[in-house]
């Protein structure tokens, strides 16, 4: 015992010095117990326990798969006809058109009744399926040694009409030429007013009136060309010294039927 002790030590002080050694003296039993178990445990046998940090294995993470390229599939042929609309048509406005409509020869007979010497309607001397009726009428000189003045005029159109437009060769009419030969200056003016009465008679016979302005123009000389309801009009004089005039008239020509074969469903395969 140290004597420097000597004065703080008594019995009560000892008991308690002897608790705290006879704990100190089971806990390092105990311990050495469970170190001895823990050595059994490890793999070998009995040794002495070996602690360690207890390491986890690598983690692998999954990887997404790359994608896999798919090729577009095969575009179908279809064969079969298509129908489709220019795109590029533009703004489409509706007219009306007219629609020629009697018999050819009635027409051709409506002008003989006006005094033009025309013949029956027929077939064309040009061929390829079409039909007229011509004739020329002319005007004595008005004075000695002067040429004649004539006027030629001639309808001409399909010689028979598809089966479609109606029996008799109903809309066969197409066309409406006059050809003024004015070389007689005396005669000139006659043969130009007739020239406008007789495309009178033509329109009315069709059932029309003629453009406005169209027959007074005629009369009057004056070269003109135009388009009224699908009628297509045209007067020019033609180059030269001579005073010689033509006339045109295009009629509309009917409406064509839709090929059928486009409303039909299209069949794949």
Do not use: H
Request: with cysteine.
């Amino acid at each position: 015992m140290f004597p420097s002790l000597a004065p703080f030590w008594n019995g009560e002080i000892a008991g308690t010095v002897a608790r705290l050694a006879g704990l100190v003296a089971v806990a390092g039993l105990g311990l050495a117990f469970a170190l001895t178990r823990m050595g059994d445990a490890a793999p070998g046998g009995r040794g002495v326990a070996v602690l360690s940090a207890t390491v986890r294995p690598a983690t692998v993470l999954p990887v997404a798969p790359a994608p896999v390229s798919t090729a577009p599939a095969p575009v179908g042929v279809v064969a079969a006809p298509s129908w489709s609309r220019d795109l590029a048509l533009g703004t489409m406005r509706p007219a009306f058109r007219r629609g020629v409509r009697g018999e050819p020869e009635a027409i051709c007979e409506r002008l003989r009744a006006a005094g033009w010497p025309l013949g029956r309607w027929t077939g064309s001397l040009v061929g390829g399926g079409r039909g007229e009726c011509a004739g020329r009428r002319a005007y004595p000189a008005s004075a000695a040694g002067r040429p004649a003045t004539t006027v030629f005029a001639m309808l001409r159109g399909a010689a028979q009409s598809p089966a479609s437009e109606g029996p008799g060769g109903s809309e066969a009419l197409r066309e409406i030429r006059m050809k003024l030969n004015l070389l007689d200056p005396g005669t000139a003016g006659r043969a130009a007013a007739d020239a406008a009465g007789a495309l009178g008679a033509a329109f009315a016979a069709l059932g029309w009136a003629a453009p406005a302005g169209t027959l007074t123009r005629i009369a009057a000389l004056e070269p003109f060309s135009g388009e009224e309801r699908g009628v297509r009009l045209r007067f020019w004089r033609e180059v030269g010294d001579e005073e010689r005039y033509n006339l045109t008239v295009e009629l509309p020509r009917p409406l064509a039927v839709p090929d059928a074969t486009r409303f039909l469903p299209i069949r794949r395969g």
